[in-house]
């Protein structure tokens, strides 16, 4: 079965709630203040099944001092059925309820012209050229016109066959990704508890679901789901959904929140967007309040200007808004503004950023950066992967922020890595030449340090990132010297160096060594300290320290505390001292035997005896080390 969202559209007392109610058998009227003044005063629901199609209606009011109640209804239309009356035609909340719907996106619908009973042939006519001019170069202008009347039946089925047809090509939304529910009714029944419904846009809802209410952030269980009227397990996006919550009281949420799954939105304070203003509507000045209107929630926001002291009607500009309170956003959401006083319809707009940086949109910059999330969903997600620098755009916030549907996230980050864009780094997006940027960076400062530092084996690996990948995430660092590793330009060790990179000593320094090994090697397991070092082979002590520092690195010698041991002195003495155990002739020594055994002090036995503890070759047991 699909599920297909209608929606109600026009001026009051032309007849929508009576249609609903002639289609489905369902008086959306509820409320006793509706019945009582003839009139809707809140969103309705009702719904029929037609040739395997489940046609959900939603039912606006069409009074001007309830739009918005109408807004809060819009968001998850389908198709919208506009209504003109055929004994008034086109009337003020025709016009406006049209522009909302034109300004929310709303991709398809009909017009119906009700109340035929009441009009002569002439009439009809005049009603459908003012139909025609209004919705000329819009959604509708091609969509098609019925005259009905629920008073007679005339026209009705005939309205139905069209609604089938239009229903059969009608959108469907992904069920992949976290559910998205903006509630538009919170009631509580007896034996359930608390109630909220709305129409999923995207995702699934599923029985003992643990999710979140935002903005209040408050978290809920799924304790049943109610799919018109009948109890489901799981609810798809697309549906009308009735939802018991457990833990919740009714007085704990309002309409305008939506259910859903922590980060799935973004809860935010402020957007980057753009604004279209109506012809009819007064200027927009920079920085005027406005009634905010975006899914089910109305909130007072403020508008900035990037480049202007006012926005003329019937014009297109970028802007940023900043909310009272905070709303549920992602990039390509549609919102209506209203005029916070007087009441009227002012503008449309879309979301391009719900989490802007905080730096100014009243630059050249700032402008040129909305341009590009205005273009598409590739173009605004490299524009914000570049603003990430080495942090990079997590893969989530594809969906959360920048409002790529869940089901092309996969593809859409494939196509960036392919094309060269990109490359994903531990669940973020990086752009590639940042960093192809940060990769040379690395070879410059490894250079300058080798030219400074000609004893040493490289930079020191953390005095790298310390450096260059401040803020970075580890996995954007070791991805950029796999990447250098790779293509053999450095070596990544403790140290980095560049490949290649010999440390170069002078020829006084290298005859330091050659003289260092040599005495050291013939002193084997009692060498001299290093001062007496320096004063046998006739070099400064920084020098015989410097070299000291870069032949342990290599391995070539060993540091004992203080003491330097040639390294083939110590691998033969640890391999001795285990042999003895192995060979049965004994299995503890101690520091006497340890210095009659290799003819050394105590200066020199106590740090290869700990030396050996540390290697694990002994372990100290009281006076005697018991060989491992
Ligand atoms: N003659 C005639 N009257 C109709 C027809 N449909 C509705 N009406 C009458 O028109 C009046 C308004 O109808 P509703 O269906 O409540 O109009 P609505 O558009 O829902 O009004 P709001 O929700 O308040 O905007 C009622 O008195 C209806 O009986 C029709 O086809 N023919
Ligand atoms: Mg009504």
């Not at 524009?383 to 790529?404: D, H, N, Q, Y």
Request: charged share 25%; hydrophobic share 40%.
């Amino acid at each position: 079965m699909q599920h297909v969202i209608v929606g109600t559209a026009g001026h009051i007392d032309h007849g929508k709630s009576s249609l609903v109610l002639a289609l489905t058998g369902t008086d959306p009227d509820r409320l006793r203040e509706e019945k009582e003044r003839g009139i809707t005063i809140d969103l309705g629901f009702a719904h029929t099944t037609e040739q395997d199609t489940v046609l959900s209606f939603v039912d606006v009011p069409g009074h001007e001092r309830f739009v918005r109640n109408m807004l809060a209804g819009v968001g998850g239309m389908d198709l919208v059925m506009l209504h003109v009356a055929s004994d008034e035609s086109v009337m003020p909340q025709t016009r406006e309820h049209f522009e909302i719907c034109r300004l929310l996106n709303v991709p398809a619908g009909l017009v119906v012209i009700t109340k035929s009973d009441l009009a002569d042939a002439g009439m009809l006519d005049v009603v459908q050229l003012e139909i025609q001019e209004l919705v000329s170069g819009s959604f509708l202008e091609t969509a098609p016109v019925v005259a009905v009347s629920a008073r007679t039946g005339e026209g009705i089925a005939a309205l139905r066959e069209t609604l089938a047809t239009l229903a059969s090509s009608a959108r469907r939304r992904t069920s992949d990704g976290p559910p998205r529910l903006p509630i538009d009714r919170v009631f509580s029944m007896k034996g359930f508890g608390t109630v909220v419904t709305g129409t999923l846009l995207t995702g699934r809802l599923t029985s003992d679901d643990e999710l979140v209410l935002q903005p209040s952030g408050r978290v809920v269980k799924v304790r049943g789901l109610h799919v018109h009227g009948k109890a489901q397990g799981t609810a798809i996006a697309g549906q009308r959904v009735a939802v018991n919550l457990a833990g919740l009281e009714v007085a704990d949420v309002t309409r305008g929140e939506t259910l859903t799954r922590i980060g799935a939105v973004t809860v935010t304070r402020h957007a980057d967007v753009q604004i279209e203003l109506l012809p009819t509507a007064r200027q927009l000045k920079h920085g005027a309040r406005v009634r905010f209107h975006q899914g089910t929630r109305e909130l007072i926001g403020r508008v900035v200007l990037p480049d202007a002291t006012h926005l003329e009607p019937g014009t297109t500009a970028c802007a940023r808004l900043y909310l009272d309170a905070p709303a549920c956003l992602v990039r390509g959401d549609r919102f209506i503004l209203r005029a916070y006083s007087p009441l009227a319809t002012m503008a449309g707009g879309t979301i391009l950023d719900p989490r802007p940086p905080r730096r100014g949109v009243r630059t050249a910059a700032g402008v040129a950066r909305l341009e590009r999330l205005g273009q598409t969903d590739q173009d605004a997600v490299m524009a914000a992967i570049e603003e990430t620098g080495l942090c990079g755009l997590p893969v989530a916030e594809l969906g959360s922020r920048m409002g790529v549907p869940w089901d092309q996230h996969r593809a859409l980050t494939d196509r960036l890595v392919h094309a060269g864009l990109a490359s994903e780094v531990g669940g973020t997006l990086v752009g590639a030449s940042r960093l192809s940027a940060a990769g040379e960076a690395l070879i410059a400062a490894v250079t300058r340090y080798h030219a400074s530092h000609p004893l040493e084996e490289g930079m020191p690996r953390e005095e790298v990132r310390e450096r260059l990948f401040a803020g970075a995430p580890l996995s954007v660092f070791e991805h950029v010297l796999r990447v250098f590793t790779d293509a053999k330009r450095i070596l990544a060790r403790d140290r980095i160096a560049l490949a290649g990179h010999n440390v170069a000593l002078t020829d006084d320094e290298s005859r330091a060594r050659e003289a260092m090994i040599d005495t050291l090697r013939a002193a084997k397991l009692a060498p001299p300290d290093p001062s007496t070092l320096a004063t046998q082979i006739g070099v400064p002590l920084a020098v015989i320290t410097r070299i000291a520092t870069l032949l342990v690195r290599r391995s070539a010698l060993v540091r004992v505390g203080d003491l330097l041991f040639h390294e083939p002195a110590v691998t033969q003495l640890k391999s001795e001292i285990q042999s003895l155990k192995q060979s049965g002739v004994a299995d503890t020594i101690d520091v006497a035997s340890f210095k009659s055994r290799y003819g050394i002090t105590r200066k020199y036995a106590i740090p290869l005896l700990e030396y050996l503890d540390r290697e694990r070759v002994t372990r100290r047991v009281g006076d005697v080390r018991k060989i491992l």
